[in-house]
């Protein structure tokens, strides 16, 4: 008996690259578009992106800002990502799962405390 390999065909090199992009361009505009948590976080992050250009920073406190705004995104990606997963393998009310979810969204939490306090200990001292 013979098997028939139907795997679809892995891209390469600078094709795998497109296809990548274009992946995380679909997986960008549906998260602004179902996710309003998301929704909320990039548009602080647009609000506040000029501030760090704005106020007098060195470089590594401009790119501490914005990689804490950024991680902030990341991690509510990534919690989304878990709830779509769970929510496509069952509705019903689990306790795993509602610890998984509770999980990601501490997550999200602990990063946007950690973003908040960045901003305050770096902004304070230049506005008072």
Request: aromatic share 14%; net charge positive; proline share 2%.
């Amino acid at each position: 008996m013979t098997i028939i390999n139907i795997q679809p065909k892995k891209f390469t090199g600078f094709k795998r690259v497109l296809w990548a992009t274009f992946y995380s361009y679909k997986g960008f505009h549906s998260a602004l578009r179902h996710e309003v948590a998301f929704r909320q976080e990039f548009i602080a992050f647009v609000l506040l992106l000029p501030v760090v250009f704005w106020v007098d920073f060195t470089a590594i406190e401009r790119f501490m800002l914005i990689v804490s705004m950024v991680a902030v995104m990341v991690v509510e990606l990534i919690n989304s990502a878990i709830e779509s997963t769970l929510d496509r393998i069952s509705l019903e009310h689990h306790l795993l799962t509602g610890r998984a979810k509770d999980y990601g969204s501490l997550a999200v939490l602990l990063t946007l405390i950690m973003s908040i306090a960045a901003w305050t200990l770096l902004l304070w001292p230049r506005l008072f």
